[in-house]
């Protein structure tokens, strides 16, 4: 249970220094993915004769998930600024719908009427977390938040999807091996966003590295417990006390620290969030 501890703590902190860290998201996140693979690469040196050898379905995997870890990070760091911890947590983690109807539909796993309706349910808390934006802000804040929250739930779920499709192509690769090339495949993504958009200068700030080594070291350590975590528990067990576990906290967090706003249609979303996690899981 420690390292379930572990990757709910270091999950959650990833969104408190996104919020407090008032530096440019992509800047930060880029330079982030950098301090992960130099750190990565110390702990375990990377394997280039494995990668090379694996068949063009688990490289293009690799490479697919690089664009997504960045481009979802990205907006994790939007939602936890615009909506706040909580939701952004809990956005995050309600995606764990999407490899369950994934596996239903497409591998034709075997799913449960309590998983299908966890989907249902979770669909609902999606959309009852965002009604104070239309009652408050109007239409357009409502497009603003919901397009970000959906964008994060939606690429939340390719990443598990994916992971889960592409699997069995990375036999070769040792399990700390695959996170640090999908970390080197978004960091250079992110580079190359910079240089296209003649913004390369502002990876040369100081402060930058700073919060980037911060955000960086705690993100490689969220994937280590994660490891762990799924290497000492039953997957199942673990998906569901380690997701409860960061909409809980993130929650808390939000309320208390930030003074996050509550309604009564937000804890109903949350509501519905969690006995979502518990129908799936």
């Known amino acids: 249970m420690w390292y379930v501890g572990g990757s709910i703590l270091t999950n959650v902190l990833l969104l408190v220094w996104l919020r407090v860290l008032r530096l440019p998201v992509t800047s930060l996140i880029t330079a982030n993915y950098f301090v992960c693979v130099v750190l990565a690469t110390f702990l375990a040196p990377p394997d280039l ?41 809990m956005l995050a983690k309600l995606s764990v719908v999407w490899p369950v109807a994934f596996a239903a539909i497409i591998l034709r796993e075997p799913v449960s009427w309590t998983q299908v ?51 069995p192509y990375w036999k070769e690769l040792s399990t700390l091996h695959v996170p640090l090339y999908i970390m080197a495949v978004a960091g250079l993504i992110g580079l190359l966003l910079h240089v296209a958009q003649a913004k390369g200068k502002k990876l040369f700030s100081l402060s930058l590295w700073k919060g980037a080594f911060v955000l960086g070291a705690t993100n ?5 417990f994660y490891l762990r975590g799924l290497e000492a528990l039953p997957a199942v067990q673990f998906f569901l006390w380690n997701n409860l576990g960061i909409v809980l906290l993130s929650g808390m967090v939000g309320l208390l620290f930030f003074r996050e706003r509550f309604s009564w249609e937000v804890g109903v979303g949350y509501a519905l969030g969690l006995a979502a996690l518990l129908l799936v899981s």
């Open 49 to 89: 004769a494995a990668l090379t050898s694996l068949p063009v379905l688990g490289q293009v995997a690799l490479g697919v998930l690089g664009m997504l870890f960045i481009s979802v990070f990205v907006l994790t760091g939007l939602a936890a600024r615009q909506m706040g911890v909580g939701l952004a947590g």
């Open 117 to 167: 309706i966890g989907i249902v349910v979770g669909v609902a808390a999606i959309g009852v977390v965002h009604a104070p934006y239309l009652r408050s802000e109007g239409w357009k804040k409502l497009w603003q938040a919901s397009s970000i929250g959906l964008l994060l739930w939606l690429g939340n779920g390719l990443i598990d999807i994916i992971f889960k499709a592409a699997h």
């Open 220 to 224: 490689l350590l969220s994937i280590f």
